[in-house]
């Protein structure tokens, strides 16, 4: 009777094993998911990223930013600053009334939600790709105006000719 238990759970511990090894064994033959990050880097992400931080520019080069503070008003962290400036006949600079004369985005308290990209009412603030946003100092996450606007129209990724 009681060698017969003992088989029995001899048999059980002997099946789990058996399981075990037939999936260390699937998986062991299979392509790593891993990448050797920094040598190697990702070149898709999932399309619902959201990533470094874009200010865009209309076909013409004209900024779409017209200065409404509507993302700094949606940010939950407090992370974007905008002092507007208005638009002069002689220096014309969005197709607003008004401009973002200076624009920062604190990329240390940045949570990457995406509501003042949702919030711009001309889609001039987008959420790229880019995934690399380290710095050695904290003023260097600090991105300004010039670091953000993109070099060329359409340089973010997005269609400059877009509606929003």
């Avoid at 238990?5 to 790593?32: D, E, S, V």
Wanted: hydrophobic share 35%; aromatic share 10%; net charge positive.
């Amino acid at each position: 009777m009681r060698t017969g238990a003992a088989a029995a759970a001899y048999l059980r511990r002997g099946a789990a094993m058996l399981r075990g090894l037939g999936i260390t064994f699937r998986y062991l033959f299979k392509p790593p998911i891993t990448i050797r990050y920094p040598e190697e880097k990702r070149t898709a992400v999932q399309p619902r990223f959201k990533g470094r931080h874009w200010l865009t520019l209309y076909e013409d080069g004209m900024e779409r930013c017209v200065g409404c503070e509507l993302c700094v008003i949606v940010c939950p962290s407090q992370a974007i600053y905008v002092r507007a400036a208005e638009n002069t006949p002689e220096r014309q600079v969005s197709k607003g009334e008004r401009y973002a004369e200076e624009f920062q985005i604190n990329e240390l308290r940045c949570i990457f939600c995406g509501f003042c990209e949702e919030a711009c009412p001309t889609g001039a603030i987008v959420l790229g790709r880019e995934y690399e946003l380290a710095g050695y100092t904290r003023e260097s996450l600090i991105y300004t105006k010039p670091m953000l606007t993109e070099p060329y129209p359409g340089a973010s990724g997005r269609d400059p000719g877009r509606e929003v």
